[in-house]
Each structure stands twice: as C-alpha cells, then as structure tokens.
C-alpha cells in the first residue's frame, strides 16, 4: 500500500475518495471481464454506466482540488473521431 503524503485535509480527503472511486471501478471491471460471456447485454450496458459514473466521480473529486482537467466536450469530440 502507498504511503499516504501530509496533505492538507481537503486535499486528503478527495484523493483518498478519488481513490476509492477508482478501486471500485477496477473491482468492477476485472469482475466483468473475467463473466463477460455469462453476463447479459443489458447488464453489460448497466455496469458500463456505472463505470461511467465511477470516472466522473474520481474526476469532479480530483477537479475540487484544482487539478486540471479537460473538458468533458473535448474528450467526447476526441471519441468520436
């Protein structure tokens, strides 16, 4: 496990939930590929947004402490290219 660094609370607090969040979606995702064949298509598309959902999260807690990020417009036209 990392060492956690002195930050300041605020700080501490959204990278330890941004943490989380991605822990979560990690756990997720390695459950869904490794059922991939078993599961069905709409649940493929449910845990698919809750993955969704799990990123935005990590980004609007790493945004609340100024870290930079680019627009969700930029990174959707950059997806459809």
């Known amino acids: 496990m990392t060492i956690p660094r ?8 959204a990278r330890d939930k941004a943490a989380e969040a991605a822990n979560l979606g990690a756990r997720d995702s390695e459950w869904l ?5 078993k599961v069905d298509d709409t649940t493929k598309l449910q ?4 993955f969704q959902a799990e990123f ?3 980004v609007r807690w790493l945004e609340s402490v100024e870290a930079p990020t680019q627009p969700l417009e930029q990174r959707i036209e950059r ?3």
Do not use: C
């Open 33 to 37: 590929l490794t059922n991939f064949r």
């Open 56 to 58: 935005q999260t990590i």
């Open 47 to 50: 845990m698919l947004g809750q």
């Open 6 to 13: 002195p930050w300041p609370e605020n700080a501490r607090r």
């Open 79 to 81: 997806i459809q290219r």
